[in-house]
């Protein structure tokens, strides 16, 4: 068993906010023009603060309030309809205007005004929580497979055991994206979290989650896309570079972020600098890769091994902190 001065669950969620915000400004940038703009080794650091203050986006705010969620969920009641309350609430945030007297949830991060800002919210989330509508695997809201659903979902993976986390990252993840490959890329990596986080190295809980994924119907898209990366990372005559990520895919899609993910934790298993930088420089969807490989890496190796550089300037910090406290305290026991 870990021990908790390795803060595991915090550093999963830190991982990811620092992931987020060292992708997010060249979220849109072609390799080429991050590298114009950055030279041959694109971005090593943040490449934009804001007084000081490193800003996460769409991806690190909904996934706060996907734990937000689960921890207001009654207990022993399903949490699913209290994690979409919670995307009602991020819905409600993203309205434009500062306005934290409406109360879809209670719970904290309403009351936050850098939760309110616009940082590239994905169309499907937006449009998804408009409708009203309740999305699930049974009942699909749409066909959509964007990478909306498996940014969100290392909360899942934090509180549960490996097999109810694929199911519920399944589950939070089809509340918005109807498509197979966009709930079952988001099962896959909430599972991984949660094996990571009992111990699991990363091959062993690839491995678990595959198990379960074959279980699944609509999973050929995904376990093909896990099968690249594996392919990829294994093969000596490629050395890591963004040009291999990009073989990958461009990570829009829910398979293809699991996909570049995990080729960057395979191929840096034990540093997380370099396999959060290799998730970022692309011309993919770098803060959605940031974020997913920032949870794994955080999840497998704890606190001490992020930079404590860009630890400190994370926005939220404190905020953050307060809910990986939570989360170890409501989590099923190793
Ligand atoms: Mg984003």
Redesign the pocket.
């Known amino acids: 068993m870990k021990t908790t001065s390795l803060s595991p669950h915090l550093a999963c969620l830190l991982g990811g906010a620092i992931g ?1 915000a060292l992708g ?1 400004p060249i ?1 849109f940038l072609s390799l080429a023009q991050i590298r114009a703009k950055f030279g041959p080794s694109g971005i090593t650091g943040y490449a934009q603060l804001d007084g000081g203050i490193a800003r996460f ?3 690190t705010q909904m996934t706060l309030f996907t734990a937000e969620g689960f921890l207001l969920a009654p207990p022993n009641a399903d949490p699913i309809p209290t994690v979409h309350r919670a995307y009602r609430a991020w819905l409600q945030t993203q309205s434009g205007r500062f306005d934290p007297s409406r109360k879809v949830l209670e719970g904290r991060l309403l009351a936050l005004p850098e939760m309110w800002a616009l ?4 169309a499907t989330c937006l449009s998804a929580l408009r409708s009203g509508r309740v999305g699930s695997i049974a009942q699909p809201l749409n066909d959509s497979k964007g990478c909306g659903g498996i ?1 969100r979902a290392a909360p899942a993976g934090l509180l549960f055991e490996p097999q109810v986390a694929f199911e519920m990252g399944c589950r939070l993840a089809a509340l918005t994206h109807g498509h197979p490959s966009g709930y079952l890329s988001a099962g896959f990596f909430a599972c991984l979290v949660s094996a990571l986080l009992r111990g699991s190295d990363l091959p062993a809980a690839i491995r678990l989650a595959q198990l379960l994924l074959l279980g699944h119907t609509g999973r050929e898209e995904t376990a093909a896309a896990i099968q690249a990366a594996l392919s990829l990372a294994a093969d000596s005559s490629v050395p890591p570079s963004p040009e291999a990520v990009e073989r990958l895919g461009g990570a829009w899609i829910g398979e293809e972020a699991l996909a570049i993910s995990l080729y960057c934790a395979l191929v840096h298993p034990t540093d997380f600098r370099a396999a959060v930088l290799l998730s970022v420089n692309h011309s993919g ?1 770098s ?2 890769t940031g ?1 997913i490989t920032g949870n794994l890496l955080g999840a497998a190796l704890g606190l001490a091994a992020i930079p404590q550089e860009w630890i400190e300037p994370i926005e939220l910090r404190a905020e953050i902190e307060r809910l990986a406290v939570e989360i170890e305290k409501a989590a099923s026991p190793r």
């Open positions: 987020d997010g979220e986006t769409d991806d940082r590239a919210p994905g940014m969807d803060d959605s974020a």
